[in-house]
């Protein structure tokens, strides 16, 4: 059977993702974020409580496995063992952007997999800004989401990477408003999520108003949708192309920058992503005002080794949180957001200069 154009680039996205140096030059940040050690943490390392609350759903532990496949035979795979993690473990998991699904009902299974491998965490459907825009919207926003029994949708805000893409979309023109008028209609929750270029307080405040559940901050400092778009370039000889992915490599707000901006923007729940290393940046995070971390090609490149591997990926990412809670003195998520962090370089910097008051975080008791 021929294969649609997304499908194509899909798996190229996918192979170039797998197989290629795709990561920023940059780092998130969260290394000018300092939690501060407690000689006497007063409390066993196994009472600490990993359990949260997020849009409605308690999971056993604040980590998400952010959006990525789905649109070809290997994604499907891929989706069928992420999914198994995630059940597994009892923390909810995103699936990659459905548009292929759209374009070719036959690739729809590629995403219900998960929800059958997955039955009873929160899963998030996933579409990006261009596929939204105009009056059948809310109309395409609920067929990604029946299509896959999902708990929340995450709308993703890719304009670096549509501007790149030799065959991209950059059309933005009334994002807000298509987004604002899914968040109405839609039967569950929206998450506006970014993909590797972060979130500003005043984009925060915006999607806030538009009403959406929870941002992803998808911050700079991971995986670079320019990079992954530089390769694919060089793959099809579009010199011209692959100059200026290799110019906008290291575009973007860093994870640590975004999630002070959108913190000090906005009351909503907010996923840390972009970058995310193990699981102290998770803590860092969550005591900078996130309710989640999440992680995209990390947890790939395990799930690519199978699901022993993937599993053990995720036990260590729960141990280093855990750790990291124990020697802060926190005893559950709930403590840890109220932590004391110490900023310091470049994102003291950045803070002082947003307006945002460094002391609010290193003055916790
Ligand atoms: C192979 C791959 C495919 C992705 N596809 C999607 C997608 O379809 N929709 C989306 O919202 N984000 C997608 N992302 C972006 C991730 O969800 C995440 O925002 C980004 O990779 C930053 O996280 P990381 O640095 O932990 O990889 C993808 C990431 C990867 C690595």
Not at 89 to 112: D, N, W, Y
Not at 116 to 140: K, L, R, T, W, Y
Not at 234 to 250: N, P, Q, S, T, Y
Not at 259 to 268: D, F, I, K, Q
Request: charged share 25%; glycine share 10%.
């Amino acid at each position: 059977m021929a294969r649609s154009r997304t499908e194509i680039r899909k798996f190229d996205h996918l192979d170039i993702a797998l197989k290629e140096d795709v990561g920023f030059h940059l780092s998130n940040w969260l290394d000018d974020a300092h939690l501060i050690h407690r000689a006497l943490p007063e409390l066993d390392l196994e009472e600490i409580d990993l359990g949260a609350e997020f849009l409605g759903h308690r999971i056993r532990a604040p980590i998400l496995i952010e959006s990525m496949t789905g649109g070809t035979g290997r994604a499907s795979k891929l989706n069928e063992i992420l999914a198994k993690a995630a059940e597994k473990f009892g923390i909810p998991l995103g699936l990659g952007s459905q548009r292929a699904a759209l374009e070719s009902p036959r690739l729809a299974r590629t995403f219900k997999v998960a929800r059958e491998a997955a039955p009873s965490i929160p899963i998030f459907a996933n579409i990006g800004v261009p596929q939204i825009i105009g009056e059948d919207g809310p109309e395409i926003a609920g067929s990604v989401v029946d299509m896959v029994g999902a708990d929340a949708l995450c709308i993703h805000l890719n304009a670096l990477q549509e501007a790149i893409q030799p065959e991209g979309e950059p059309r933005f023109s009334r994002g807000l408003e298509a987004i604002a008028a899914i968040a109405k209609s839609l039967r569950v929750p929206v998450i506006a999520k970014e993909t590797g270029c972060g979130i500003s307080g005043e984009v925060a405040k915006a999607l806030e108003r538009a009403g959406v559940a929870c941002i992803d901050i998808g911050g700079a400092g991971g995986t670079s949708w320019s990079a992954v778009e530089c390769h694919r370039a060089k793959r099809m000889g579009l010199r011209k192309r692959e100059r200026i992915g290799l110019a906008f490599w290291d575009w973007g707000i860093p994870t640590g920058a975004s999630l002070l901006e959108a913190s000090n923007s906005t009351g909503l729940p907010l996923i840390s992503s972009g970058g995310l290393r193990d699981g102290l940046d998770v803590a860092k995070s969550i005591a900078l005002g996130a309710s989640l971390g999440g992680f995209a090609r990390k947890l790939l490149l395990a799930a690519n080794m199978g699901q022993r591997r993937l599993e053990e990926a995720l036990e260590i990412l729960l141990d280093e949180l855990r750790i990291a809670m124990f020697l802060t003195g926190c005893r559950d998520v709930g403590e840890l957001r109220r932590a004391p962090v110490v900023l310091s370089g470049r994102l003291l910097e950045w803070a002082r200069l947003r307006g945002i008051d460094p002391q609010k975080y290193s003055m916790r008791r």
